[in-house]
């Protein structure tokens, strides 16, 4: 069974062939990053970020307490730092607890916050839209 676009993994030559950072994809760090920077030409999601939502599409369903549970402090970090130097990290291998904390830090790092309170009835009324185009479009305006 695929993964649902946000889960899917997408290889692109050009991600596979960044310079700086041959693992991942991506040519610069990931946290504290604005999104349009980290964002390909083709508009997805940097590999690792893409990875660690698989993982936790896959296993998050299954584990306990996935966003409650806490990891060391020194786990967490190797990971984020694994992940800004582009190393090709196995997210499967990683403790399950790890790949949400990482994506919560990842989302919390973004300068600019993706959803801001002021716009929720515009984003509530595009959602209303007919056509997954239509919803789009209101969403871009």
């Not at 504290?32 to 690792?48: F, H, I, M, S």
């Not at 130097?85 to 790949?99: F, K």
């Amino acid at each position: 069974m695929g993964l649902p676009w946000p889960f899917a993994l997408r290889h692109t030559p050009a991600a596979a062939q960044a310079p700086g950072q041959a693992g991942s994809g991506c040519s610069r760090a990931l946290f504290g990053q604005p999104l349009a920077a980290l964002c390909g030409e083709d508009n997805t999601l940097p590999r690792p970020i893409q990875e660690l939502l698989a993982v936790l599409h896959q296993e998050g369903p299954m584990t306990e307490g996935i966003f409650c549970r806490a990891a060391r402090g020194t786990e967490l970090r190797q990971l984020q730092e694994a992940l800004d130097r582009g190393t090709d990290v196995d997210m499967g291998s990683q403790p399950a607890h790890l790949e949400p904390l990482a994506l919560q830090d990842f989302l919390r790092s973004i300068p600019n916050k993706l959803l801001v309170v002021d716009f929720y009835e515009d984003w509530m009324s595009a959602m209303e839209r007919a056509s997954k185009q239509a919803k789009v479009e209101e969403l871009k305006a």
